[in-house]
């Protein structure tokens, strides 16, 4: 398979990982007509995403998973690259929460922590989408590795997941 690099050295048509497969088919169930794309570093943090796409570090919707404590379900924010995720508003729309190990994430979501994707979850999930998303044309969301990224819509990401948008972020007081 042949692949090119693009200009800001993301691989496109790369060979992908397994689970990084398993999302592109995921996408190509839905519909999505992007490709999955492997990054030439690792993607595992908000700002090393960024600058390996050359984008804004706000437009990666990065996956934060915690367990809710009243019956252990997992619960997942996708929240702006740019935002820390206010743990107290999450509990207020969910419950208690607790944090969620790489164990957990991998057992009960199906991906490594640092490519965890919003969609094709083995579980069940309650999802939060970050309010802020949705100021921007385009996202960038981890495909399952930490390498591989696709590009969606706040509005995609909201029709593939069905989850609500809310209030999520940590706001510094003035």
């Not at 692949?3 to 519909?31: K, N």
């Amino acid at each position: 398979m042949m692949h090119t690099e693009t200009s800001s050295g993301i691989h496109a048509g790369a060979p992908l990982p397994d689970s990084a497969r398993r999302v592109a088919g995921l996408l190509a169930a839905l519909g999505h007509e992007r490709p999955v794309v492997m990054l030439p570093g690792t993607g595992k943090t908000s700002a090393e995403a960024a600058a390996g796409l050359g984008c804004d570090i706000a437009q990666i919707a990065k996956s934060i998973v915690f367990r809710r404590l009243s019956d252990d379900a997992p619960v997942m924010v996708v929240a702006s690259g740019a935002n820390r995720v206010d743990e107290t508003k999450v509990a207020a729309i969910v419950g208690a929460l607790g944090r969620a190990d790489a164990k957990f994430v991998k057992q009960r979501i199906g991906y490594a922590i640092g490519g965890v994707c919003p969609i094709g979850h083995l579980e069940k999930t309650v999802m939060l989408l970050d309010e802020d998303l949705f100021r921007l044309d385009s996202l960038w969301a981890a495909a399952g590795h930490p390498h591989a990224v696709f590009k969606l819509t706040p509005r995609e990401l909201q029709a593939m997941t069905g989850a609500p948008v809310a209030d999520v972020a940590l706001r510094e007081a003035a």
